[in-house]
Each structure stands twice: as C-alpha cells, then as structure tokens.
C-alpha cells in the first residue's frame, strides 16, 4: 500500500507535465516565466514575406485565417519530395521556386502545406542565379508593345503572386540550428517529440477581408507603400546650355568591370529625339575618351532591343511620349545581375570600381554637356575624378551590415536605429512635410545629409543649429548628433515618393479616381501594405499525438488504480477500526 503512493504521483506528475519540452537546453536556472518561455521556445531571426495589396487584387503571404500556424517540421532535399501530413516545409533557396509552382498546380500536396522556411546562405547555383521578380519588371510602363520580352533572364515571379501560407526566409546564423533540430523529425524514431514551427503572420487585412488596397484603405486595415527621394537642383547650370530638356538616367552600373581586359563597359540605351540623344552619347564618347588609362567603355545598345530597359524613362515616356533621354547600364540585351530583386544582390555580387568608373563617366558627361557650345576645358575636364575609396565606404555603409550604418560616414550625420541598412520601401503614415518629415528612414536620412553636406556652397561659414535654419535657403545638417548640427546653404529636399492617385482627408487616406488627363494614372497600381499585430516564427518541441494517447490510457489506469486503491483503503480502515 505504501510503495503505490509514489508510483501514483509519478503518474499524476505526468500528467501535469507542461507539453512542451526544453530544446535550449537551458532549464537549470528556471527563475520566472520568460526564463521558462526562452528555455523552451526559441525565437527564430528570420525574414518575413508579408502580404501586399493593389487595386485590384494580393500578392505576398500572410497565415490563412486570425490564428497563429503551428506544424511540424519537414525538411525537403527537392520541391518534390512527399509530405504525409499538415506540415511546415524546410527547403534550400534553390528549391523554392520548383515548390511554389507545385503548390499551384497541385491542390492535394498545397493542402499539407502549413507553412514554409527557406534556408538562406550556400547558395550553390550561382550561375543560375535567384531573381523572384519577373522576367520584365515594371512591364506596364513600357513605352513600347513587346512586353513579353526577358530583360531579366533570372526572373521566377514568384515576388508577384499570392500565398495564403507563411514563408520566412532563415537568417543564415539560424539555418544550422533549425537544420540540426530538425533532423530529429526525419529520424522518425522518437515517437513522443517532434519540432514544430509556430508562425505568427496574421494580417489584418486577411481578418478584416479587405484584399485590395481600395477596401483596405477604407476600413484602415492597410498603409500606402512608400518613401523619400532626395532632390537638389544643382543642375541648375545645366538648364541654361541644354535647349531640350534630357534625361540621363543611372541605371544598374555595379558590374560594369570584365576581370580579364580590366576594362568597364557601358551601354547607353537611347530613346527618343536623336538629335538630343544624339549630343548625349557624342558627350559619353568624349567623357570615355578623357578617362583614358581608366579604360572606361561606352557602347550603343543593341538595335534589336524592343526598346529601353526597366526604368524610371519609362515613365517619363509614358508622361510625355517626345521626352528624350538615355539609361546607362552595365549590361545590353538583359540584365548582367543575376540576383535582381533578391537578398543575394549583396555588396560580394557588384563591383565598387565598376560604380567609380560610372561615376567618373556621368561627371564627366554632365560638365561637357554643361559646357555646351563652348569649348571644353581640359584642364578642368580632366580634374574631374572619383574617390575611389569613398565609393567603397558607402557601399559598405549602405549594402552590408558590416560596418553598415555604423560607420563613420553615416556616424557624422545621423544616428541610425539599425546597423543594417533595410532596403524596404516603408509606409506613409500621412502626408508629410517635405522640409522636415518626421518618419524618414534611416537611408533617406543619411542620403540627404549627405547630398546637402557635399553639394553645399559656402562651407566654413555655417552657424549651428539643432533642427531648422533661419534662412530658407539653408537646411540644418548633422542636427541628430550632438553638437554637430550646422546650417548650409543646399537646394536638397525630401520628395515624397508615393502614388499619385492617393491623397490624405481626415487622417484617412483615399484611393482617388484615375484622370484622363494623367496616363499614368491608370497604370498606377497604388501598392499598400496590410497591418499586424506582431510578427514571429518560433520553434520548439511538442509530444506527439502518440505520446499523448499514452497519456491517456496512463491516465485512465491511474484513475482506476486509485478507485481501487480507495476501496481497498477503505475496507481495510473499515476492518481495523472494527478489529478495534
Ligand atoms: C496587382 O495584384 C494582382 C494580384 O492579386 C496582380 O495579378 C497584378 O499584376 C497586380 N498589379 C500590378 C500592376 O502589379
Ligand atoms: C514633352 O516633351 C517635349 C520635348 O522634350 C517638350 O517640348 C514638351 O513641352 C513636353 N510636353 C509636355 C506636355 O510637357
Ligand atoms: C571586383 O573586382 C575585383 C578586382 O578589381 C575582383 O577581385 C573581384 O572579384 C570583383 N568582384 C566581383 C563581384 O566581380
Ligand atoms: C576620399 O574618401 C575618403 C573616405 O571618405 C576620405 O578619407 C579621403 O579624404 C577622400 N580623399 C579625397 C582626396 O577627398
């Protein structure tokens, strides 16, 4: 009788066992609950796909109903491998495009899928490369007909379509972690754990069925994408020597550098007026020619493209059909970049003196063309040169995270709230002030100050300043960092950079009717971004259903031993007391 006493608290213990067990290994030095939050659950930096709205319809991801998304997880060596059950699928980069397709075409398989990782670093098919965009980014805008050509060879569009799963891609300090703790799954030997992934990616506009930017506006369930230009009109200059206006425009020039010939090449994709095309690629030519040993080429594009590339002339184009212009990129019939739109278009996929040698040439071109009619000094020509090293420090400032934003280009002027630099394009919250914004980025401020601080004139004779300037014609530089705020004299400014066919009444924002008399406007897809609550992908260990039906048969027999052992107890006190 006795010896049952402990076998039944064992049995109860159990039974009251947290279903979630340590995977940290860290249960020695259990002192609260977030001790014990982080002792079982692990937190996993990862990159999130949320979910993007238009006009007319989603792309991007977000959880299918209100709910966090929890399954187990499977790692896949190929998109075709099987899944027997609700799972969350761990896969190579390389594998994922084959997986979306499969998802899409076959429903059985897309049922089982509850969610996805994908393992970031060791991407082995380089040469492949890994573009998630399409084949002809920005295709709407083209100011021709053939939009069905490939300018980007690597394009999968996978970026463009809708998933009503999660998917995060895994810092690449986590994919050794979750790999290791996943082979435990594969194993299939240990019946009572398995490692789930929960994924919090629920998005407001998925709650709220709000799926296009029109609805989500309205029932505020979403933002308008988008951010800050900086402009600064030192080409003032300019304006007076060129009679037509012209657009030279800086297209993709970070690998423009051939390791063998040591020579960068770049193509000038023409559209428009020849005359004023014209003069500008004769100005090219000279620029080329002066930067002589540098050996920095320039080549027509091909007759045979449809027309110019993916580009910001585009629009311009599309605004008024006679503008003129040329974009300058490092490649000819298709992108020489095979990472367009991905994370792997890193500082270790372009080449700094590819982007100096496209510096030296613009500068170069601007001065001739600035000098007109006039006969070009070569002296000063000549002078014209790049720091080479600078280009490499803020290609480090501005692509790594490492130094990043704290280096000490950036340090000067603004004090970041990230080291590493996010691409990401942002929100509007509402209609900013242009002079002053409240919610810049950390780039866009850094790039302003920057602008202002190179292109100020009368340096030295600066007063100091914590946020405004007096004088109109001055903007306060430095003003984040203590003590180093200064007045300069500069035509920099924010722009706005969001879509036209939205305006801000009430704190609300409208989608408002396209014009007839902006072409653009119908083309417009005025992008939006759908609100959550919090985003989070964690994993940790659960027990399996078998496990838990043990339990159960082990519960039940407890209940019955302890009936038995009452009634036994009982009878037996009935008899001693009667014995008494
Ligand atoms: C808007 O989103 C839908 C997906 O729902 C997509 O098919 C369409 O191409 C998008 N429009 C533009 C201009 O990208
Ligand atoms: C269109 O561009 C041409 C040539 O650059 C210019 O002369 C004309 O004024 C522009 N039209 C409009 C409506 O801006
Ligand atoms: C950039 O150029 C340097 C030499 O100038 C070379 O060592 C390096 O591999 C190049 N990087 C890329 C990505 O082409
Ligand atoms: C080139 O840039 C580096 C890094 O910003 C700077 O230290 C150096 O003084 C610059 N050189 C010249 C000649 O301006």
Known sequence: ????????????ALLLAPPYL????????????????????RNIKSYPCVRLLNLSGEIGCSNPGQEKVIAPIVRFKHSSDELTRLSAVLLPLEELEGLFLRISKDMDFAQKVAGVLV???????????????????????????????EWNLAGSGIMSNQYNFPVFLLSPETKSFVQELVGKNAGGTDLYQVIVAEFDLVMQTTKSHTHDSGSCLKEQTCLPLGGFSKYLAFVRYLEHHIESPAVLEIGSV???????????TFYAHARGDSSVTKDMLTALQSASDSLGSDNVKIKAAD?????????????????????????????????????????????????????????????????????????????????????????????????????????????NFISPSNTCPSHYVGVFLDSPDTRYPEYADDTSRFV?????????????????????CNSIDQVCIGAEIEGKGRCVISTTRYVPAYSTRLKIEDNLWHVIPASTLDPMGSV????????????????????????????????????????????????????????D
């Open 1 to 12: 009788m006795v010896t049952k006493i402990p076998l039944l608290l064992v049995a109860l």
């Open 22 to 41: 340590s995977i940290a290994g860290a249960t020695d030095a259990l002192e609260s609950v977030p001790d014990l939050q982080s002792a079982m659950y």
């Open 119 to 149: 393992e970031s670093d060791g991407y082995p098919s380089k040469s492949l490369g890994f573009s998630p965009a399409e084949k002809f980014p920005q295709a709407a805008f083209a100011p021709y007909k053939n939009i069905n050509y």
């Open 254 to 264: 970070g690998k423009g550098l051939d390791q063998a010939t040591r020579a960068t």
């Open 303 to 411: 007759v045979s493209n449809p027309g110019i590339p993916p580009s910001s002339l585009m629009t311009f184009l599309r605004k008024n059909s006679s503008a003129a212009g040329i974009v300058l990129e490092d490649f000819d019939s298709s992108f020489t970049n095979k990472f367009y739109h991905s994370h792997l278009d890193s500082p270790s996929n372009i080449n700094s003196s590819s982007i100096a040698a496209a510096a030296a040439l613009v500068a170069r071109t601007l001065y001739i063309l600035a000098s007109g009619d006039l006969r070009v000094n070569l002296m000063t020509l000549n002078s014209i040169k790049v720091n080479v090293s600078l280009v490499e420090e803020l290609v480090g400032c501005l692509l790594s995270c490492e130094p990043g934003f704290s280096c000490s280009i950036v340090r």
């Open 448 to 468: 302003w100050n920057f602008l202002a601080d190179k292109t100020s004139a009368l340096k030295g004779s600066t007063s100091s300043c914590t946020g405004k």
């Open 524 to 579: 417009d897809p005025v992008w939006t971004e759908s609100f959550w609550n919090t985003i989070g992908l964690r994993v940790y260990m659960v027990q399996s259903g078998t496990y838990d039906r043990l339990i159960l048969v082990g519960g039940v027999g407890v209940t019955v031993a302890s009936y038995i052992v009452t009634i036994v107890t009982k009878s037996f006190l009935a008899k001693a007391v009667k014995n």
